[in-house]
């Protein structure tokens, strides 16, 4: 087994791995650096994109090093783990380099895949398969049969799966990204039965989310948010200031608590963003957006501009979903506070952030510049009505321990995320370089 680290091994994003067996390939994950594309997707004009572009700015994953090993042309599948653009926003620019190659993803994930082929204006050549979670799938490889398994796992976003590699040379498992939540608002919780039970069967080697290796704890469940989220939405008393609140687009339980909890304000209930378009439109589609005739959805700015200016003059009758959580510029929430919308926020209306802000410095800065002028315009800010969609460091410890695993990849993170993951392996008995190993982008490890 031959393991190359193609992308997310050295920061948060860009995740892409590909595994080798005999001569069969299989890629997980092909995702943007969004830090890279923070514009993207609040553009009216949006500019065409192209796989050289994305290269020049280090947006996608350098995958030519798979044309150095001469694995380019033995790719035989394309697996998503889940919808998020750090981990299929590149599928989009680099799938027709692996034209043999099937895609296989949840219909969730598929739906918000063909949203971005279709806003770009780009066809892909790939035959796309919709899998169900905890189903078993074969295809047939130049080596004989491939077996996989797509293990049902929770994360921030619905729909997820730990894709497995049954080879001939043992089992291979992907567990970007994930949390365990025993009650999740949407969907099943975790298969831990099954993950035991590879555990006991014998798993050669896992990638493994260490986003939070450094942190000492476990990640609450989402039903947490949604009583935090309860709570912060239940302060909101005076009915003539504006309410506004801003999270995930991704995140549809989330959304779907914001409409439960919104429903009883008696306020109209109004998302605005592309963003948020894309991914409700892509969920209705997969038959998992249940609240989608409780809302109205607009996506394009002149439409948005329109709608603020009647959110300006009766501040009262609604509640406003947005994008602009991260602070980035030319979201709606950025454009409001620079003044350059029909709506004005007064002293005294109220947003709140159900969302973290992902550590990365251009976030960081973003969010810090954001909500400096929020406060300055007198705005009431509840910050951090969220719960990770992440891992933390007890969870990896308890995945450890169901998979035991004979060799231990960190990725999804920056150097000191990933160096904490290996200290905890480290920590369980595992030896760095022998079995636990810290990998870079372009690596190849044979196993």
Known sequence: MEICTIGGYEEVGKNMTAV????????FDAGVYLPA??????????????????????????????????????????ILSHAHLDHIGGVPYLANRYPNAEIIATAFTIEVLNSILEDEKIHIRNKKRIIKADSKLKLKGASGDINLEFVNITHSTIQCVFPVWHTTEGVFIYTNDFKFDKHPVMGNPPNYKRLIELGKKGVKAVIVDSLYADTDRRTASERIARNLLQDAMSTVRNKNSAFFITTFSSHIARLKSIVDFGQKTGREIIFMGRSMNKYLNAAKKAGQCPFFNKII?????????????????????????????QGEPGSILDRIADGATPFKFHKGDNLVFSSSIIPVTANINARDKLDKKLRKQGVRLQTDIHVSGHAGREDLRDLIEMLKPKQIFPSHGNLEDVVAMVDLAKEMGYKFHENVHLSSNGKLIKV
């Open 20 to 27: 080798k067996v005999k001569d069969d390939v299989i890629i």
């Open 37 to 78: 594309l923070i514009e993207l997707q609040e553009q009216e004009e949006q500019v065409k994109y192209s796989e050289q572009m994305l290269r020049k700015i280090k947006a996608i994953p350098d995958d030519l090093v798979l044309d150095k090993l001469g694995w380019t042309g033995k790719v035989r599948a394309i």
């Open 297 to 325: 959805l607009l996506k394009y700015r002149r439409q948005i501009d329109s709608f603020l200016k009647r959110v300006d003059k009766n501040r009262g009758r609604y509640l406003i979903v947005c994008t602009g959580h």
